[in-house]
C-alpha cells in the first residue's frame, strides 16, 4: 500500500510534496531472514522539532504498514522510539512486500501550526483529527520467497511406509538412508493413507507422523559422530539447504543448547500450533454443518 498521488488538506513531511519549508522525514530499513521469520529493523531520521516533539509528548508516533498482496497479509505496527523490530512469519509472506513508514496523530490535534510550515499554513488555524498521516516515505519494495517452496513440510525427505515384520510396532523411523523411512504399523499406515489424501487433514497427520519423526532425528543428531555419518545423505543435504537460506548452519543449530524439540518445531514452523487451529477450523465447520 505505497502512498502515490494523495493531496493533503494539511502539512505532510515528504520529499515529493509541498507543504514544509524545511525537515526530512528518512527511515533505513533492513531485512534479514532466520528459519521462520523475516526480520525487519528500521532506523528512523526525522528532521523535525515539532514533529520530534509531538512525539515526545505522546501526541504523535511512527507507523509502520506492511502488506503483502499475494497472500493478503495486512498489518501495522507502532512505537514512539527512532529504532524499532519486528518479526513476521515467512509463511505469512509471499512475493512482493511494500512498506510504509509514517508519523502519524494519537489524537486530535486542534492548532496543528509549526514554523517549519510553508507560508500558506503558518497564519491558517488547522484542525487535525486523529490517525492522520503527519509524515510518510514509501520504502523499498522487497521480494519474499515462502518457506514452503524450500521445504514442504517434510514429506520431500520421508518415506512413509508399512511394517513388514509380524512384530507390528507403533512407529520406526530409519535414518540411516537418502530418505527417512518411517515404519508404520498396516492399521495405523491405512490410515495415514486415507487421510493425508485430503488436504484439511495433512497439517494435523504431519504433527502426529512427521513430528515425532524429526524430533527423534535431532535426538540422535545431537549425539557424538551421528552428523558426519548423516551429511552426505540426501535428507541431510535437504535440511542444511533450507538453513542455509535463512542464513542459518544445521551443524550449529544442532550443537546448540536447543533442544530437538525446539529443532523440529523450527523447521517445520510451529506445527502442534498449526494442527490444532487445523483441527479447531474442522470441528467449527462440522459444527456449522450440523446446525
Known sequence: MN???RTFSYPVLNENIDGYQKGSFKVVVTNTNDLNDLILKFNIELDSIY???????????????IECSATSFRRAYETFDSKYECKIRLNNLSGKVEVVAMVVSC?????????EFDEDYKSVNIFVPKHSIL???????FMVKPPQEEYDGGTSIFNVCKI???????????YRTDKILIH???????????????????????TMVIFPALVYIFEELKMEG??????SLNWFIS????????????????????????????????PIMTGLETLNDLTMSNDGDEE
Open 3 to 5: 502512498i502515490s498521488k
Open 51 to 65: 514533529l520530534k516533539e509531538l512525539i515526545s509528548k505522546g501526541i504523535a508516533k511512527y507507523f509502520f504498514h
Open 107 to 115: 489524537q486530535d490535534i486542534e492548532n496543528y501550526t509549526s514554523n
Open 135 to 141: 509524515a510518510y516515505e514509501n520504502l523499498p519494495i
Open 164 to 174: 513388514t515384520s509380524d512384530d507390528e510396532k507403533n512407529m520406526e523411523v530409519d
Open 184 to 206: 508404520l504399523s498396516s492399521k495405523s499406515y491405512d490410515l495415514f493413507v486415507n487421510f493425508i489424501k485430503s488436504k484439511d487433514c495433512q497439517k494435523i497427520v504431519h
Open 226 to 231: 551421528v552428523i558426519e555419518d548423516c551429511e
Open 239 to 270: 535440511l542444511n539447504k533450507t538453513y542455509k537460506k535463512r542464513n542459518l548452519d544445521l551443524k550449529q543449530e544442532i550443537e546448540s543448547e536447543k533442544t530437538a524439540i525446539e529443532l523440529a518445531q523450527d523447521i517445520m514452523n510451529m
